[in-house]
């Protein structure tokens, strides 16, 4: 796990900042959301994957900027929640949110560039992500949302899984400096 | 403040936009009885507010009605008492006036009953300072035609004779003193006796053979062969009759309260006390509907209110009957019931 902290405030100045096309994170988003809702219609696989999560994820630790990691990830899980029926709008707002935040700032803290460590990055983001919507929904609906299961572990693994393949794609959409 | 907000700018949006979200969500999600998350939380947050405000205002207004408020109490609560002592003593005045009025009301259904005897209503004024000796003072004497060995009697039954005259007062011996003597018979079986006081409460009949059957309760009325009390009034009731030697030791429980005497009817006269018909009674008395109906309801056999016995045979002792309130024949020297101040 060393190779992941390319750590330390020392270090922080030195950490590049990467920028991207014109409309590309609007467009990814959408993209995101609509391959969402397209691969919902086609059964309970698709949910193994949370697409909006890894967008978050991604351009939050490619941008390192905390506010526009928040404004983006808020945004991102209004829209989610906007398409969807059963959940009040907001919630997957304030799990995202407080995700974009964090992944801008690790983003401006560890190397997120390797792999392995964009893996256990999202793997430890999308187990956040639940723990922050089982609170949420447990206060304010009453639910009794679990914070760990076999099934969300599974989902964990094939979302990074997943979110490796998909942020080399997306890598390839950053402007060269 | 606006220092720390610049330098924490990043947290400080994170937390803005997480609660404007939650107060988006707060106001679409809604809890029991279809009430919104973001009232029912307005709600949690202004009552313990309104409630410590409600409990504040209410103590500063028990303070100012416990302790600023209360400076003239202390006045008004002694004027308040002065009042109730006040009250209680008018109180017990009416007490006492109502006693007296339904004592004089028996007294005057007595004398409606024996409008053609001569009787002189009196006051106990008195009693004797010597406890051996049964004897008591009314307010009646010379000037009022009172006389010695005139009987002395209430509504309920004998009480004594007078003993004593002097010009306004005159002393009445009582029936349980030792030296008076009444001439008695049972009401039942007329056997003769007489009643004789031995210094105890209770008078005893003597001259009774043993072989008498008596029973506890038997009616003892005059005889009139002691020429001061006419035939027929009430003396009292067998207490306990016990086998003596040569004769039975008799009991008496006198009908009248000797102990508690205020009001008394002196006879002027020995002749025989026939009370009138009940309804000549409440005729010439203009007795009121309450005491008419006592008067009926009597039965015509025995008058107790009358302290007389017409048939003896037939007497047992009674609760004294409804008496009405009627007015009274005032007699010269007579006390007014007219209330006291």
């Known amino acids: 796990m060393a190779y992941m902290l390319n750590v330390g405030a020392h270090s922080e100045p030195n950490v590049e900042v990467h920028k991207f096309y014109g409309g590309t994170i609007i467009g990814t988003v959408l993209l995101a959301l609509v391959f969402q809702a397209f691969l919902h219609k086609y059964g309970r696989w698709s949910e193994l994957i949370d697409l909006p999560l890894l967008v978050t994820i991604y351009f939050g630790v490619s941008r390192r900027n905390p506010v526009s990691g928040l404004f983006l990830g808020g945004a991102i899980g209004i829209l989610q929640n906007a398409l969807s029926h059963d959940n009040p709008i907001g919630m997957y707002g304030i799990a995202k949110t407080i995700v974009g935040y964090l992944a801008s700032s690790v983003g401006a803290r560890i190397d997120t560039e390797h792999p392995l460590s964009r893996f256990g990055l999202i793997f430890l983001f999308f187990h956040f992500h639940q723990v922050i919507l089982a609170i949420t929904q447990r206060v304010l609906l009453n639910h009794s949302t679990p914070f760990f299961t076999l099934r969300l572990l599974i989902d964990s693994v094939v979302t990074a899984a997943f979110g490796v393949i998909l942020f080399a794609l997306l890598d390839r959409l950053r402007r060269r400096s | 403040m606006i220092d720390a907000f610049s330098r924490h700018r990043p947290l400080a949006l994170l937390a803005t936009v997480v609660l404007a979200q939650v107060l988006l969500l707060a106001f679409q999600i809604k809890r029991e009885n279809n009430v919104r998350l973001i009232r029912y939380w307005a709600v949690e947050l202004m009552t313990p507010l309104e409630r410590a405000g409600t409990w504040t205002f209410s103590h500063i207004g028990g303070v100012w009605s416990g302790y ?234 025995t008058s107790r209110s009358s302290g007389v016995v017409t048939d003896p045979n037939k007497f047992k002792p009674a609760a004294t009957p409804v008496q009405a309130v009627a007015p009274l024949n005032k007699t010269p020297g007579a006390k007014s019931p007219a209330p006291r101040r």
């Not at chain 2, 026939?274 to 009597?298: D, I, L, M, R, Y």
């Open chain 2, 68 to 301: 600023v408020g209360l400076r003239n109490t202390r006045a008004e609560n002694e004027r308040l008492r002065n009042d109730v002592n006040t009250l209680r003593l008018r109180n017990r005045e009416l007490e006492s006036q109502s006693a007296e009025a339904h004592r004089l009301a028996t007294l005057l259904n007595f004398r409606e009953a024996h409008l053609e005897a001569p009787m002189l209503a009196a006051q106990v004024i008195g009693a004797s300072a010597d406890p051996t000796s049964h004897t008591l003072f009314i307010n009646r004497g010379e000037r009022d035609h009172v006389r010695r060995n005139m009987g002395v009697i209430t509504p309920d039954g004998v009480v004594g004779k007078i003993v004593e005259v002097f010009p306004s007062t005159a002393q009445v011996l009582l029936i349980n003193d030792k030296d008076s003597g009444v001439g008695a018979l049972f009401a039942s079986s007329r056997t003769h006796g007489v009643v004789k006081g031995s210094g105890d409460p209770e008078p005893h009949m003597e001259y009774v053979i043993n072989e008498e059957k008596l029973q506890s309760g038997d009616a003892l009325v005059t005889s009139g062969e002691d020429r001061i009390f006419p035939k027929d009034l009430l003396i009292g009731n067998v207490d306990e009759a016990k086998p003596g030697n040569p004769f039975q030791v008799i009991s008496v429980r006198p009908a009248a309260r000797l102990d508690r005497l205020e009001d008394v009817i002196v006879l002027l006269t020995q002749q025989e006390l026939v009370p009138k018909k009940s309804e000549e009674a409440s005729g010439a008395g203009e007795a009121t509907p309450a005491q008419t109906s006592a008067q009926v309801a009597t039965p015509p056999t």
